[in-house]
């Protein structure tokens, strides 16, 4: 399954992901294809709306303390809920949606979820540190909000500036790499 990962401002990623009620082949199929790309671009978690499949499902792989993400780590997280949270931390986040910006965003340091595995069994997980941090980051993904929707009114307008900037310089950038190899 041949997957890329959409970029904002892409109004797919503003999409409300569906519960998934079939736990079969083709949810496999999306799981195990979305696990190369998130780490062939150096991500620790991915929803699959992220890859346009507005469905609850998301991964995670939080790096070991030598930043090594071992794929005995991988979490599959579908249909998740958050039922509790506490507590504050400040982190600065980024997103593979959103590439080469990172914020600072409040978020809460403790939750517990209930979700499903690949093949519908239920399970509750505590977390805390960075795990809490990038579950929070993704459920957001799934409800169509981005991290950049946390940011206070002025960093956003200033976020908006920075980032059309630097998307007309991709632009142009492509251009002048098309022109040289036509020439």
């Not at 978020?107 to 209930?114: A, D, G, L, P």
């Not at 990038?134 to 940011?151: C, M, R, S, T």
Request: charged share 30%; glycine share 4%.
């Amino acid at each position: 399954m041949k997957l890329n990962i959409v970029e904002y401002p892409d109004k797919r990623l503003r999409q409300k992901s569906k519960v998934i009620k079939k736990f079969d082949k083709n949810l496999h199929e999306l799981l195990d294809s979305m696990y190369p790309i998130m780490m062939n671009t150096n991500g620790i978690g991915l929803a699959a709306v992220q890859v346009a499949h507005p469905i609850a499902a998301l991964i995670l792989n939080i790096p070991e303390e030598d930043g090594e993400q071992l794929e005995e780590n991988l979490l599959e997280i579908i249909n998740p809920v958050i039922t509790s949270q506490d507590g504050e931390t400040i982190y600065q986040e980024g997103c593979l949606s959103v590439p080469s910006f990172y914020e600072d965003i409040k978020r809460f340091e403790n939750i517990t979820i209930n979700y499903q595995d690949r093949d519908a069994n239920t399970k509750t997980l505590e977390a805390n540190g960075l795990l809490s941090i990038a579950i929070q980051h993704e459920v957001d993904h799934l409800n169509g909000v981005l991290f950049i929707d946390k940011l206070s009114y002025s960093r956003r307008k200033k976020f908006e500036k920075e980032y059309k900037r630097m998307l007309k310089e991709k632009k142009t950038s492509k251009k002048d790499l098309i022109v040289k190899k036509g020439a």
